[in-house]
């Protein structure tokens, strides 16, 4: 299966896709530190988004969030990639800035948490190649 | 999005690794909000300078920005620091956050961005004229330059300020283009509107309202003068309530006259501001230990009036006046500085009670700011007492 996105910033990269249909607050939603989501009552909560391709509709909360992806990847913890439905500013200046492949505009019903993902941001595609 | 061809050679990386950054940044925005191009602006304002809410990671971004060439294009200033940066030491701040926050400043500095600290540029030196493009981070001040002044801004973010300020321009979407300021709910105010507690009130009333039917730009009737205040409170509070990036107030705002009036419509009434005051208050006047003037930072005409009320009286506690630096040497000039000091408040130039690192510091804090009660909440978890400015000041002081 293939899907076409648009691009919010480029690069390629295969992984592992960890899926919610909640927004994400990074800061204060995402420990900088250990990659855990520490928002209380979100469906990723205590998991760690660290090294995964990373599925969610859109970002939330404060713009300091950018920072907090950059923390991320300074720190080895951040998404491989980032997929949303609708990207905003908070996430699109946070890939930015910490260079992570981000697509938006992807039709997220059939991803599924554990599949494997060929992302090409730059064509804005993303492939299913397992799972 | 059409770029120009000296916008092609930034993204290309032509003046540098930073100002691509910065030009990456922009065109991602402009392709999310469909922009269809890119605007120069004048002037930037840029917020997320307390190392408070940055923390290391974004320290190094900015350095990196400084060693990447960044260099601001156009007058560029910035949001309040954590900490008074000349006088931290007698604010109780630690000496390890002190150095960091000052390596926050000396980034900006090596940008060439004007290190104000203040969330009030307009009465700093950075004052945009009407219709002209901006890129404002700091919502209060994005809502007066917008409203106030008629000039162009969308609600920036820390780095999205940045990137116009290195580059001298914003995509073209939003605040930007004339039908986004048409006002979408006419909002009739039926009751005598006075002081910034009452405007700011006003403001919690109205962001309410707009937050629960989705309308974003409202346009006021009812009210017959506003003074810079007045204004700078409402714009706070508007912006902190509602995500109010713009308003219009009949025979007062400069667009006003231009705009349609909307159909949809609410009033607000003496109620409807009782109901937003009692919402923010939820401090008994002797559980306060902490008094904090100036948010939005404090006009030379507020510095004044304090010095009226405090001179030859003693405060009872921590009490807290927050402004920009200039007005701060123009109150040291007149002798307001050394009235209020004498009473045992404590001016803290620079910085706000909102960024300050004053996190569970305080258990009830007073003010007239409705903003400010927002924040003391949410962020530092305090309680809080919201009275009108001289109520405020007669309450702090010893029998």
Same mark, same amino acid.
């Given at each position: 299966m293939k899907l076409q996105g648009r691009k919010i910033h480029p690069g390629q990269i295969q992984g592992e896709a960890l899926v919610t249909a909640q927004g994400i607050s990074f800061f204060g939603g995402v420990d900088p530190e250990s990659g855990l989501v520490v928002e209380r009552g979100h469906e990723l909560e205590g998991q760690s988004i660290a090294g995964k391709v990373l599925v969610f509709p859109t970002g939330k909360g404060s713009t300091v969030g950018s920072y907090t992806l950059y923390r991320l990847k300074a720190n080895g913890k951040a998404p491989l990639a980032i997929i949303n439905a609708e990207c905003e500013t908070i996430t699109a200046v946070g890939c930015i800035i910490a260079e992570i492949p981000c697509l938006d505009q992807v039709p997220l019903g059939q991803l599924r948490t554990g599949q494997i993902l060929i992302i090409n941001a730059e064509e804005g595609t993303l492939e299913v190649i397992e799972g | 999005m059409e770029l120009t061809q000296e916008e092609r050679e930034i993204l290309d990386g032509v003046q540098g690794r930073s100002a691509r950054k910065a030009m990456e940044i922009l065109v991602a925005l402009g392709t999310i909000y469909g922009a269809q191009g890119m605007l120069p602006v004048s002037s930037a304002q840029i917020a997320g300078v307390s190392y408070d809410n940055l923390g290391e990671a974004g320290l190094a971004f900015l350095d990196e920005m400084a060693a990447g060439g960044g260099?601001?294009?156009?007058?560029?200033?910035?949001?309040?620091?954590?900490?008074?940066?000349?006088?931290?030491?007698?604010?109780?701040?630690?000496?390890?956050?002190?150095?960091?926050?000052?390596?926050?400043?000396?980034?900006?500095?090596?940008?060439?961005?004007?290190?104000?600290?203040?969330?009030?540029?307009?009465?700093?030196?950075?004052?945009?004229?009407?219709?002209?493009?901006?890129?404002?981070?700091?919502?209060?001040?994005?809502?007066?330059?917008?409203?106030?002044?008629?000039?162009?801004?969308?609600?920036?973010? @820390?780095?999205?300020?940045?990137?116009?300020?290195?580059?001298?321009?914003?995509?073209?979407?939003?605040?930007?283009?004339?039908?986004?300021?048409?006002?979408?709910?006419?909002?009739?105010?039926?009751?005598?509107?006075?002081?910034?507690?009452?405007?700011?009130?006003?403001?919690?009333?109205? @962001?309410?309202?707009?937050?629960?039917?989705?309308?974003?730009?409202?346009?006021?009737?009812?009210?017959?003068?506003?003074?810079?205040?007045?204004?700078?409170?409402?714009?706070?509070?508007?912006?902190?309530? @509602?995500?109010?990036?713009?308003?219009?107030?009949?025979?007062?705002?400069?667009?006003?006259? +231009?705009?349609? +009036?909307?159909? $949809?419509?609410?009033?607000?009434?003496?109620? $409807?501001?009782?109901?937003?005051?009692?919402?923010?208050? $939820?401090?008994?006047? $002797?559980?306060?230990?902490?008094?904090?003037?100036?948010?939005?930072?404090?006009?030379?005409?507020?510095?004044?009036?304090?010095?009226?009320?405090?001179?030859?009286? +003693?405060?009872?506690?921590?009490?807290?006046?927050?402004?920009?630096?200039?007005?701060?040497?123009?109150?040291?000039?007149?002798?307001?500085?050394?009235?209020?000091?004498?009473?045992?408040?404590?001016?803290?130039?620079?910085?706000?009670?909102?960024?300050?690192?004053?996190?569970?510091?305080f258990h009830a804090m007073a003010t007239d700011s409705a903003k400010a009660c927002y924040y003391a909440a949410s962020k530092n978890r305090f309680k809080t007492l919201f009275k009108p400015f001289d109520e405020i000041v007669l309450g702090a002081l010893k029998p």
């Open positions: - | 260099r601001a294009q156009v007058l560029a200033t910035l949001n309040p620091a954590g900490m008074d940066v000349e006088n931290w030491q007698a604010l109780g701040i630690s000496p390890e956050f002190a150095a960091q926050q000052q390596r926050v400043i000396a980034a900006f500095a090596r940008m060439d961005i004007i290190t104000t600290c203040t969330c009030t540029p307009y009465l700093a030196g950075n004052l945009p004229h009407f219709g002209e493009h901006i890129a404002w981070a700091e919502s209060s001040a994005v809502c007066f330059a917008n409203s106030v002044l008629g000039a162009r801004s969308n609600r920036e973010g @820390g780095p999205s300020a940045l990137a116009a300020a290195l580059t001298g321009r914003t995509p073209a979407y939003g605040y930007h283009l004339d039908e986004t300021r048409q006002p979408d709910l006419l909002v009739e105010v039926r009751t005598r509107m006075e002081g910034t507690h009452a405007f700011g009130a006003l403001g919690k009333a109205i @962001g309410d309202r707009l937050q629960a039917s989705g309308k974003k730009v409202p346009y006021l009737r009812g009210i017959e003068q506003a003074s810079l205040e007045e204004l700078k409170a409402l714009c706070a509070s508007l912006a902190t309530y @509602g995500g109010t990036a713009l308003f219009h107030m009949q025979g007062i705002t400069p667009e006003a006259g +231009q705009v349609r +009036q909307p159909t $949809d419509a609410i009033s607000i009434r003496q109620a $409807d501001l009782k109901q937003a005051i009692e919402s923010l208050n $939820d401090a008994d006047p $002797d559980e306060v230990d902490f008094v904090s003037l100036g948010c939005p930072h404090l006009s030379l005409r507020e510095v004044r009036r304090l010095a009226e009320l405090l001179q030859g009286r +003693q405060v009872r506690g921590e009490f807290w006046i927050t402004t920009a630096r200039p007005i701060k040497q123009m109150a040291d000039r007149m002798g307001y500085t050394q009235v209020i000091e004498a009473s045992g408040a404590r001016f803290a130039a620079d910085t706000c009670c909102v960024v300050a690192p004053i996190k569970g510091r």
